[in-house]
């Protein structure tokens, strides 16, 4: 499966989160769009970078060719040199002798100028592949006009005028809406867009997104494309997505936890974080309830306490730059101190070193590199294949640790007890990391390093003994890339079980 992105970007590795969302990282290092996590999630694999093509790739590329001598003197345009070169990146996908069917999604809409050039190599690839093989779905909003209480088929119809004028005429059309739509306005949208009837299907907003491959199920989608790419039919499973589902809409408990993080004011910058926590929750038979805290509303004790009031677990999610860190070490003192249950990730993990280097290490002006090159106690350092990137000497994009890598997880610690196995592998993208020099200090302090690279040289994990503190975990790791609605990370199940725990006690102490 494939995302077309239609910025000039090579990657969204270096937009801010609050334009782009999320960056998705997969298992070989590729910083990609926030629906590949989504693709992932539901598909329950695991994709390459090849899963996200952007314009500036495309570009970058053909003009690298043209600089090699590639085209062997031709002009060089957007037809047909651009155009083959999508074309190849969508056709890489069907390489793996295992491939039966490539969906590829277009990002952007009908009738943006950038989107252009990739419209127009799906239609070649129509043409050359044959129409018979080849299965055009069009999604587009039915907007909800409430003075005149209906529906409106305008957008689509104009929609759909606009993709026949470049050559391509959709298969089926999936109709978003905020209700149900009539079999009156299904019959139009068939006979003015000239797509069968069943072929228009209804997707009116769910509850939840893991109700939506039964309501297009419901509406027979699966089994028209089936039919018309003529494939085998095989009966559909839905068992274990039942369970899942009776967990999303009825679970037997419910828990609360803070996700501390300065991009809060849009959510879809800590998608995969999110629903690894309901993931979490899922495992457990529980709901989660998860409160959005600004982290500079942490930055003061009192701040921490009155943010973070009655919830029974706490999230520090990754993220970049100084802005909203004391608040966020802030949010680290409560928890620890309060014995709140805590899951610290990436940027996470480094607050509660730093955290446990001021108030348990005695190192009052700990610090970190990224955020003050002159600290007294940096105990958070540049990575050393990094300093040549912070002092301006290389690229940014596409140069910081990412991908799996390996850890070794020491015997009897809370991370080898929820993974179950002493050697696990997660996905990173980091450019700091705890600085050895401080780590017998800090384990004297009381802070154990339970995960390792394999050579010893960088922490993966940190966290507090059990006698000490009920769930205080730290990874390096961004695991929320790893997590299924059906196979939740045991860090998440873990936070949520230890948040389950401390909600029952705070209800015996009431």
């Not at 921490?304 to 029974?312: F, N, P, Q, S, T």
Request: aromatic letters at 6%; charged letters at 25%.
């Amino acid at each position: 499966m494939q995302k077309l992105d239609p910025y000039l970007n090579v990657d969204p590795g270096t937009m801010n989160p609050f334009q782009h969302g999320e960056v998705f990282v997969t298992d070989d290092g590729a910083e990609t769009d926030l629906d590949i996590g989504h693709y992932e999630r539901f598909l329950d694999t695991e994709l390459h970078g090849s899963a996200n093509v952007t314009t500036g790739q495309v570009y970058s590329n053909v003009i690298a060719k043209e600089r090699r001598g590639e085209y062997l003197g031709d002009t060089v345009q957007v037809i047909p040199h651009i155009t083959n070169e999508i074309k190849d990146r969508i056709r890489g996908m069907a390489d793996d002798t295992e491939v039966d069917i490539v969906i590829t999604e277009v990002g952007g809409t009908v009738g943006d100028i950038e989107s252009l050039p990739f419209l127009e190599s799906v239609r070649q690839i129509r043409h050359e592949i044959g129409r018979e093989n080849c299965f055009f779905l069009h999604v587009s909003l039915l907007p909800y006009i409430g003075p005149s209480g209906e529906l409106k088929t305008k957008p689509t119809q104009h929609s759909v005028a606009a993709l026949r004028s470049i050559g391509i005429q959709p298969d089926a059309i999936v109709c978003r809406s905020d209700r149900p739509i009539t079999d009156g306005l299904k019959h139009k949208i068939s006979l003015m867009c000239d797509v069968d009837r069943e072929a228009v299907v209804s997707a009116v907003d769910a509850a939840s997104i893991y109700d939506i491959p039964k309501v297009l199920h419901s509406e027979g989608l699966d089994a028209y494309v089936v039919r018309r790419l003529d494939l085998p039919f095989r009966d559909v499973d839905w068992g274990a997505w039942d369970e899942l589902l009776r967990r999303v809409h009825k679970p037997a408990r419910e828990v609360v936890i803070a996700l501390v993080g300065k991009y809060i004011d849009l959510p879809d910058a800590y998608l995969s974080v999110t629903e690894a926590l309901r993931h979490g929750g899922f495992g457990n038979d529980a709901r989660v309830r998860i409160r959005w805290v600004k982290s500079d509303d942490c930055a003061t004790p009192e701040g921490a306490k009155r943010e973070l009031d009655g919830v029974d677990g706490v999230l520090i999610p990754g993220g970049f730059g100084v802005r909203g860190i004391e608040g966020k070490l802030g949010a680290v003192r409560h928890a620890r101190e309060n014995r709140i249950p805590l899951l610290g990730i990436c940027l996470g993990l480094q607050c509660m070193v730093i955290e446990a280097a001021r108030n348990l290490g005695g190192l009052a002006e700990a610090g970190s590199a990224e955020f003050d090159a002159t600290t007294a106690h940096p105990v958070v350092a540049t990575m050393s294949d990094q300093l040549d990137v912070v002092a301006g000497e290389r690229d940014m994009g596409g140069t910081m640790r990412l991908g799996l890598y390996p850890a070794d997880l020491a015997e009897g610690s809370v991370v080898r007890e929820l993974y179950g196995e002493a050697k696990v592998s997660e996905r990173h993208r980091h450019r700091y990391e705890v600085n050895n020099s401080y780590r017998d200090r800090l384990e004297e302090a009381g802070l154990r390093f339970s995960g390792l690279s394999p050579d010893g040289r960088l922490v993966e994990y940190v966290e507090l003994p059990r006698e000490r503190h009920p769930f205080f975990v730290g990874t390096q790791a961004h695991p929320e890339f790893r997590s299924r609605p059906t196979r939740p990370h045991p860090l998440f199940t873990g936070l949520v079980a230890a948040a389950l725990d401390y909600s029952e006690q705070r209800a015996g102490d009431a």
